[in-house]
């Protein structure tokens, strides 16, 4: 059985509340945060490069189709239009969708200002 001055000091060691530690502990934490803050910067950095590829390139395959736009019989004579993209192979992408949805947020907001202005 320990005694409690035993007891106190093997605490003491274990849970780090010696002040030699605290510079470590400070060092841990700075590093941690650089190590976060260089994960949101690389998945920003990613982020904006997909928008600006869905501003160059809009559209994408079509993913039930494959971009064909139509589908062969099984007797592989006839064809069919695919459904869901129409027959043009194409689909919008994600980020593109993105991108509209705010610049159609951004002009709802300026057109509703500026028709207050002019009253």
Not at 33 to 55: D, M
Not at 89 to 113: E, K, Y
């Amino acid at each position: 059985m320990l005694s409690r001055a035993a007891t106190a000091t093997l605490t003491a060691a274990t849970h780090g509340s010696d002040s030699a530690a605290a510079p470590a502990t400070l060092a841990a934490t700075i590093d941690t945060a650089g190590q976060v803050a260089t994960v949101v910067l690389i998945v920003i950095v990613a982020v904006a490069f997909y928008l600006l590829t869905c501003l160059i390139w809009p559209f994408g395959k079509c993913r039930r189709c494959k971009g064909v736009g139509k589908f062969k019989s099984p007797f592989g004579k006839a064809y069919r239009h695919c459904g869901k993209c129409e027959g043009s192979g194409l689909r919008v992408r994600l980020g593109r969708h993105v991108i509209n949805h705010m610049r159609a947020v951004r002009g709802a907001g300026q057109n509703s200002t500026s028709k207050a202005d002019k009253r």
